[in-house]
């Protein structure tokens, strides 16, 4: 089957540590993205990659970094100096962004909350 | 740069009544435009898109969206809302640059 993976689904985290999310996709596609999910304010673009290794900076990357070494990987390691990490993360990735091709796929989510 | 307005955080409606999802974008440009539904603690699903084709769009579960360059508008309806039509549904709009999401709308279903 063709599609996007999170892992873990729900991980904890203690103040003061960097965690990693996992984002893989087989759909062959170059462009990936990391949003943040809060209630009531839809997704927030954290981070971007439109090709191997090169990335941008989404409206809310402070606190995050990102990797793109492989096509089909695009994890995300939200450092300490994120204040306030705990939210619903989700990945996605398009074929062709800014044609008619361009519909991201979105992978199920991992929930992170600090303790 | 683009942007998406969806009217009302929350609707309600009963079971076989027509649900109506509002968005509003702006967009310097031809936009490209999207439904997405979210199921509690669940990623995005694409409902449908609009890329100029054709300005009623059918998708997936009996939704459909028209899309109105005069009232700069691309509401979501659906004749008969089913008890599993609950969900969250959100808005998009990508001008060849991000793709830029609403703020979303809860519908309920009462039986």
């Known amino acids: 089957d063709g599609g996007i993976t999170q892992s873990p689904k729900y991980l904890f985290r203690k103040e003061g540590q960097n965690v990693t999310l996992s984002c893989e996709q087989n759909?062959?596609?170059?462009?990936m993205y990391w949003y943040r999910q809060d209630p009531g304010q839809g997704l927030r673009l954290i981070y971007y990659s439109q090709i191997v290794n090169d990335f941008q900076k989404g409206d809310i990357a402070e606190g995050y970094s990102v990797s793109r070494e492989k096509k089909e990987s695009f994890p995300l390691t939200v450092t300490s100096a994120q204040k306030n990490p705990t939210a619903f993360y989700l990945c996605?990735?398009?074929?062709?962004?800014?044609?008619?091709?361009?519909?991201?796929?979105f992978g199920p989510g991992t929930r992170l909350t600090v303790l | 740069a683009q942007s998406v307005t969806q009217l009302g955080s929350h609707v309600s409606v009963s079971e076989g009544a027509l649900v109506l999802l509002r968005c509003n974008y702006s967009?310097?440009?031809?936009?490209?435009l999207f439904w997405y539904v979210q199921y509690p603690n669940q990623g995005l699903q694409l409902l449908l898109k609009?890329?100029?084709?054709?300005?009623l769009v059918k998708g997936i579960n009996g939704f459909e969206a028209e899309f109105k360059k005069s009232e700069t508008s691309f509401h979501l309806t659906k004749p008969s809302a089913h008890m599993s039509d609950a969900a969250e549904y959100f808005c998009?709009?990508?001008?060849?640059?991000?793709?830029?999401f609403g703020a979303g709308t809860r519908l309920t279903v009462k039986p």
């Open positions: 759909l062959n596609h170059d462009a």
């Open positions: 998009a709009v990508s001008d060849g640059g991000d793709m830029r």
């Open positions: 967009s310097s440009v031809p936009p490209y």
């Open positions: 996605a990735s398009s074929m062709d962004p800014g044609t008619s091709l361009d519909t991201q796929y």
């Open positions: 609009y890329t100029s084709a054709a300005t």
